[in-house]
């Protein structure tokens, strides 16, 4: 290869280096900046709208809604959560064609490091795989909101049923559940 063909190789070369930068980080970046950057807006206008709320001498309705919202009571005891957990868990079942087997409601735990009060309660259900996914998406809607903290899955490979267990738990602000479960 002579000097001109060397240069003209290295040239090409840096290239398409430049072209797969583009391609495989410059571009990817981009994309994922102007995502944020639509997120950031929808963020900004949910805030304004709160700021307006509140400037209409609406903090205390909008504090009652956002209340209503989550279905916060500082008077309901955690046994009273935990049945609502559980009816809906129940509802979420139905909605999704899983079967519920059992829940059962855990002690509460109101020494939680994070300064709420955790209502877990253990829930098997059956099911499809199918009905399984759907339960899980339905249990992103229910009220109240739930997290799943732990899931465990069997499946019986003659039936193709899942037997799923899961520890759901629901936190409430400290001091807001009132007696013992």
């Known amino acids: 290869m002579n000097e001109r063909e060397r240069r003209l190789a290295c040239i090409a070369g840096f290239i398409a280096l430049v072209v797969l930068y583009l391609l495989f980080v410059a571009s990817p970046l981009l994309s994922r900046s102007s995502g944020l950057s639509a997120r950031l807006d929808q963020v900004e206008g949910r805030l304004q709208a709160a700021r307006q709320a509140?400037?209409?001498?609406?903090?205390?309705?909008e504090l009652s809604r956002l209340r209503a919202e989550v279905d916060y009571d500082p008077t309901?005891?955690?046994?009273?959560?935990?049945?609502?957990?559980?009816?809906?868990?129940?509802a979420?079942?139905?909605?999704s064609g899983a079967i519920l087997v059992n829940a059962v409601p855990m002690d509460v735990d109101e020494n939680d490091a994070s300064g709420f009060t955790r209502h877990p309660v253990q829930v098997q259900v059956k099911g499809d795989l199918q009905a399984v996914v759907d339960l899980l998406a339905a249990l992103g809607g229910v009220h109240p909101v739930m997290a799943v903290e732990r899931v465990t899955m069997d499946c019986d490979d003659k039936t193709e049923v899942f037997t799923v267990q899961m520890l759901l738990v629901a936190l409430t602000p400290r001091g807001s559940a009132q007696g013992a479960a």
């Open 92 to 95: 979420a079942c139905n909605q």
């Open 76 to 90: 309901r005891p955690p046994a009273a959560h935990q049945n609502r957990m559980i009816r809906a868990i129940g």
């Open 54 to 61: 509140a400037d209409a001498g609406g903090a205390e309705q």
